[in-house]
Nanobody
Framework: VQLQASGGGLVRPGDSLRLSCAAS????????????MGWFRQAPGKEREYVAS?????DYADSLMGRFTISRDDARKMVYLQMNNLKPEDTAVYYC????????????????WGQGTQVTVSS
């Protein structure tokens, strides 16, 4: 599966932003719906950090629950990350990732990664 993240940009604190991740699946490959999807982020000088994941259920980083919402549209092979009340500390490159495993908070469980989209929160 190939992943393409988009929707990042420069926003002000308190704004909302929705990231999208488009997946393309080769013919005769497992269907998109069989993948668990995750969002991770990496701020400058920091390690990659788990944000949220979705499969048969959803899971969020404890610090982000309530502000971020992950969703998917299997028919369109899309995954979304709705981010509300953004804060400067949310500034990072956001990556979508896919795994054939169940949802996980560990980046090492995800075999497929998109290229990332930059989110900058600044006044």
């Amino acid at each position: 599966v190939q992943l393409q993240a988009s929707g990042g940009g420069l926003v002000r604190p308190g704004d909302s932003l929705r990231l999208s991740c488009a997946a393309s699946v080769r013919a005769f490959s497992p269907s998109f719906s069989s993948y668990s999807m995750g969002w991770f982020r990496q701020a400058p000088g920091k390690e990659r950090e788990y944000v949220a994941s979705i499969g048969w259920s959803t899971d969020y980083a404890d610090s982000l629950m309530g502000r971020f919402t992950i969703s998917r549209d299997d028919a369109r092979k899309m995954v979304y990350l709705q981010m509300n009340n953004l804060k400067p500390e949310d500034t990072a490159v956001y990556y979508c990732a896919a795994t054939r495993r169940t949802i996980s908070r560990s980046s090492s469980d995800y075999a497929y990664w998109g290229q990332g989209t930059q989110v900058t929160v600044s006044s």
